[in-house]
């Protein structure tokens, strides 16, 4: 099995900096997913890492240590868009290779 | 064409009812995915459909029957559910099941139960 654990919420403020931090134990790690999801709404995909370091994508950035079983979502420059759940998911060999996903970090931006 | 398209919205149904959730995608993916999500609660993985063979059952009760007509459809058959079956049903698609692939997810079919 896998355990994925994440800050169940979070509140940060119009303009600053966030980080969404992930930690997953798994026996045939291979690949790990964050995703959006907006009440009610499907998620979408926000970024992948599966090597070490950090990826960016515009505002958003993602860090993966294999090493610490530890990820990292941040997010700059948040705008009142940006609340929503941010879902941490990790792909498994050794299950099929399929997406399990954390409990979800809902980010409440204000004002 | 990179969606994809779930029906019902929304569908309310007694326990006695027999009923379908459809999804449909044309990416070329051969990789459909059903998940449940309930409020507050990360997706559930039920069923994976690979290359239209069911690769995956997680023990979902035999009231949730899938179906894969072909590479762009995608059926959930419901019959004879509980209230607590009342969730967000959550389908995806893949070009693969491995690796990067990412899992495109349709807007899902709120499902109550009476």
């Known amino acids: 099995g896998q355990n994925i654990d994440q800050p169940t919420e979070m509140t940060a403020t119009e303009g600053a900096i966030v980080q969404i931090n992930c930690t997953y134990q798994t026996s045939g790690f291979n690949g790990l997913f964050w995703y959006q999801q907006h009440a009610g709404e499907a998620p979408t995909f926000l970024s992948y890492n599966v090597l070490d370091g950090l990826e960016e994508k515009g505002r958003f950035s993602s860090f993966l240590s294999r090493s610490k079983g530890y990820s990292y979502l941040l997010l700059k420059e948040l705008q009142m868009k940006d609340s929503a759940s941010y879902l941490c998911a990790v792909r498994d060999n050794n299950a099929g290779n399929m997406l399990t996903f954390g409990g979800g970090t809902r980010l409440m931006v204000k004002p | 064409d990179t969606e994809v398209t779930q029906t019902p919205k929304h569908l309310v149904m007694g326990m006695t009812n027999k009923k379908s959730l459809k999804c449909e995608q044309h990416?070329?993916?051969?990789?459909m995915y059903w998940y449940k999500q309930k409020a507050k609660k990360p997706p559930e993985l039920m069923f994976v459909y690979s290359y239209e063979k069911l690769s995956i059952n997680e023990s979902v009760p035999s009231r949730f029957s899938p179906e894969c007509p072909n590479s762009s459809l995608l059926n959930l058959h419901l019959h004879a559910l509980q209230p607590e079956d009342s969730a967000l049903y959550l389908c995806a698609s893949s070009q693969g099941s491995s690796g990067a692939n990412v899992l495109t997810f349709g807007a899902g079919s709120r499902l109550t139960v009476l």
């Open positions: 990416m070329g993916h051969r990789a």
